[in-house]
T-cell receptor, first 112, second 115 residues
Framework: QQKVQQSPESLSVPEGGMASLNCTSS?????YFWWYRQHSGEGPKALM?????GDKKEGRFTAHLNKASLHVSLHIRDSQPSDSALYFC????????????FGQGTKLSIKP | DAGVTQTPRHEVAEKGQTIILKCEPV?????LFWYRQTKIQGLELLSY????????DGGAFKDRFKAEMLNSSFSTLKIQPTEPKDSAVYLC?????????????FGSGTRLTVL
């Protein structure tokens, strides 16, 4: 059973709009989270990490973590066509341990 | 700075063949990972090395998959014998373990097609 579940599977957002992606860990041992983004033909690239309850903002990207429910979300404001990509949520058992368990990804399309 | 380099970018194999995928991690990184990516399963961990020592060999992938790290700057993933269900993108990633958040750096992957 997948330990990290993402939703939705795919999402279409108009340019300039807000995109919201969700992720839940089913294993309480995995409570440190990352978001990675993968453009077609490339490997995933790290967007941001979040380890504490609450919000973390980096530019147009805001992550929110609720440790009690092991739910993390990613919100992208003012979405741009270049944000069209596959977004992965990943979780680890320790913040400085590289072994990550990935979700299945959310395909985000930004429509001009 | 050079990122993670994977070769070849594409590989086509006949069922039953042996194939070897190659990876050069970012210089100075001490963690190296092999992942397999498919649309259905997403990213699955195959192997994990720390300072060249094998830390995890991916459980279900032990049978026909063997990753090696002969030195700190080169790793291989051997699949023997290949099966059509092995068709996927194989990703190598490296990172440097520190006391703060550890980020993985991925290569562009090798797309394997097994006929």
């Amino acid at each position: 059973q997948q330990k990290v579940q993402q939703s939705p599977e795919s999402l279409s957002v108009p340019e300039g709009g807000m995109a919201s992606l969700n992720c839940t860990s089913s294993d309480r041992n995995f409570q440190y989270f990352w978001w990675y983004r993968q453009h077609s033909g490339e490997g995933p690239k790290a967007l941001m990490s979040i380890f504490s309850d609450g919000d973390k903002k980096e530019g147009r990207f805001t992550a929110h973590l609720n440790k009690a429910s092991l739910h993390v979300s990613l919100h992208i404001r003012d979405s741009q066509p270049s944000d069209s990509a596959l977004y992965f949520c990943a979780a680890s058992a320790q913040y400085n341990q590289g072994k990550l368990i990935f979700g299945q990804g959310t395909k985000l399309s930004i429509k001009p | 700075d050079a990122g993670v380099t994977q070769t070849p970018r594409h590989e086509v194999a006949e069922k039953g063949q042996t194939i070897i995928l190659k990876c050069e991690p970012v210089s100075g990184h001490n963690d190296l990972f092999w992942y397999r990516q498919t649309k259905i399963q997403g990213l699955e961990l195959l192997s994990y090395f720390r300072s060249k020592s094998l830390m995890e060999d991916g459980g279900a992938f032990k049978d026909r998959f063997k990753a090696e790290m002969l030195n700190s700057s080169f790793s291989t993933l051997k699949i023997q014998p290949t099966e059509p269900k092995d068709s996927a993108v194989y990703l190598c990633a490296s990172s440097f373990q520190t006391s703060s958040a550890e980020t993985l750096y991925f290569g562009s992957g090798t797309r394997l097609t097994v006929l």
